[in-house]
């Protein structure tokens, strides 16, 4: 085989990509992402090492965050980029080995990863190097290599959420620490299958704390999230189109094209960017346009401005796409053949002036819909309903809510979360945050005396806000178990930010969710077995099958 990548629900066959990347993905890209990968852990080992010495070196923290990050799914398929960042890595090892040296720590270099000559390699001796880094090649053990992979893709995750709240200047030690110890892990043969079952729900404690993290990083920053309906039309400007997760570039894109007569539209996760109070005061900020991450090849063709990519979400155009040289790429994010805006000088702001330019020359959009949707009950938004919200459940008119948070895809699978949304009773709620609710928030569900029948808390990092909430209303109701609430859980997945999203859930008590549309490939049947026994975790089978198991007990 080529490559082998089986860290995102759509890998081929339900086993893996052996040819190319379902994701647009090329074999030479995922083979450098390997490399990455193994570096990375590599790079943790010393910085471990380091650690419990007191050395500490924020750049590597903050390198290690953008090194994991870009190798999450649809994040970057710049083979160029990944070169250049392991290179950049070297050269910030040798200073961390200077430091541990002059600190009197021994260094057995011959036992620890990536010999220093790597950094000497040329891109054909990386992708050779990238046999000897694949996930099949590291780890012969199935479960072991199930554990690792879960771990690994739990902290890929974190690194993503912890980058964003960086970037908003919120920091967590442990939260760093916590992923270089667990990267070091998956390198060490003397651990078990028992003491890396601990870590990987241990990677769920660090999911929770970093996706309050996060949120604290964004409701002190831009205030905390409202109740907001979202045009879905265009007006008669140029625009930029931003998709992506990072809320500091919509700020400094924000920011820069005040007063140019280009206006600013959101693009899939970066539709509850409007649900902040900070963003509204901008009169140019006009709306989403279009639908979830997957839809892009035909929506972009008819933006006709510049699309901005934050972070990961990206389809690769066909060679046809008349988008393409339309397209700019920051922060992890990257596609060859696209414009790379760098990172910002401290304190300052990334300089979106090309992207800006690029759209004064743009016809305006081509509106693809009309009307509004309505969003932003992130849970201090629904904590101040909540005495509405449990006046409903007590009197029946709400007999239960759905948790259907997670990821949007591109398979006819996907499907099945419209249906189920159509099928639920008028007395249920969903509760939301991701791109899964591209599947079902444009549906007319209603309300329940004036509360939407769907609730949609943000971005997929805002699942935090959902266990907020849940954990409010055990408290309200006098609960002794967060499962004793009336609250399904039926939760879909793409890539590696829904892995921490899930382990967060586990590691609060949450149990019997259903995953789909399929179980990782990446999960070997002993771990699945691990999770099924012990947490209750299932696949989805049809609409009406799921739905009478959901419905039970309401």
């Not at 929770?208 to 008669?236: C, F, Q, W």
Request: charged share 25%.
């Amino acid at each position: 085989m080529s490559m082998f990548c089986f860290q995102c629900q759509e890998a081929a066959k339900g086993v893996g990509c052996t040819v190319k990347g379902v994701c647009g993905k090329e074999p030479e890209v995922a083979g450098i992402q390997d490399v990455m990968m193994y570096f990375l852990k590599g790079m943790s080992v010393y910085a471990n090492m380091a650690r419990e010495k007191g050395i500490n070196d924020p750049r590597v923290d903050r390198f290690i965050q953008e090194g994991l990050f870009m190798t999450i799914t649809n994040a970057n398929f710049d083979k160029q980029r990944f070169i250049d960042k392991i290179r950049d890595g070297f050269a910030l090892r040798i200073e961390l080995e200077n430091k541990m040296e002059d600190a009197g720590i021994q260094l057995n270099k011959e036992s620890l990863p990536e010999p220093a000559q790597w950094n000497a390699y040329t891109p054909v001796e990386y992708e050779r190097k990238a046999h000897q880094a694949g996930v099949l090649q590291m780890t012969e053990n199935e479960d072991i290599r199930s554990l690792r992979e879960l771990m690994t893709y739990g902290i890929k995750g974190i690194a993503a959420y912890a980058e964003h709240a960086g970037n908003l200047k919120h920091k967590s030690e442990d939260i760093d620490a916590f992923m270089q110890k667990g990267l070091a892990a998956t390198l060490d043969d003397s651990l078990g299958a028992d003491e890396l079952t601990a870590m990987v729900l241990e990677c769920g404690k660090y999911g929770v704390e970093v996706m309050s993290l996060l949120d604290k990083a964004h409701t002190s920053t831009y205030g905390n999230p409202e109740i907001t309906k979202v045009n879905l039309g265009v007006r008669n400007n140029p625009g930029i189109l931003i998709s992506g997760h990072d809320l500091r570039d919509m700020e400094d894109l924000l920011e820069q094209t005040k007063d140019t007569g280009v206006d600013v539209y959101t693009h899939s996760e970066m539709l509850p960017a409007h649900y902040y109070p900070a963003f509204k005061k901008y009169d140019h900020f006009v709306g989403n346009y279009g639908n979830s991450w997957w839809k892009q090849r035909e929506e972009f063709e008819k933006f006709n401005g510049p699309i901005l990519f934050t972070t990961n979400c990206i389809v690769p155009p066909l060679k046809s796409a008349t988008y393409a040289d339309r397209i700019y790429t920051t922060g992890s994010s990257g596609l060859d053949g696209a414009t790379h805006i760098p990172e910002r000088v401290e304190d300052g702001r990334k300089d979106f002036s090309g992207v800006i330019e690029h759209a004064k020359r743009c016809e305006p959009p081509v509106e693809i819909e009309t009307g509004e949707i309505t969003g932003g009950f992130a849970h201090n938004q629904v904590l101040a309903l909540a005495d509405k919200v449990v006046d409903a459940v007590k009197s029946g008119a709400i007999r239960k809510f759905f948790v259907m948070a997670g990821c949007d895809g591109r398979m006819k699978s996907r499907e099945y979360y419209t249906e189920f949304a159509r099928a639920l009773p008028e007395d249920t709620v969903i509760l939301t945050a991701g791109c899964a609710k591209y599947r079902y928030n444009k549906l007319p569900l209603g309300d329940i005396g004036g509360i939407p029948r769907v609730l949609d808390a943000g971005q997929c990092n805002d699942s935090y806000s959902l266990a907020v909430i849940a954990l409010k209303l055990k408290e309200v109701f006098e609960l002794n178990d967060i499962n004793e609430l009336p609250i399904a859980y039926n939760i879909a997945w793409y890539e590696q930010k829904a892995v921490i999203v899930l382990l967060a859930l586990l590691y609060l008590g949450v149990k019997n969710i259903h995953l789909g549309p399929t179980l990782p490939a990446f999960l070997s049947p002993n771990v699945a077995n691990v999770l099924v026994e012990n947490f209750g975790i299932s696949g989805i089978n049809t609409v009406d099958e799921d739905m009478k198991v959901l419905l039970e007990d309401a």
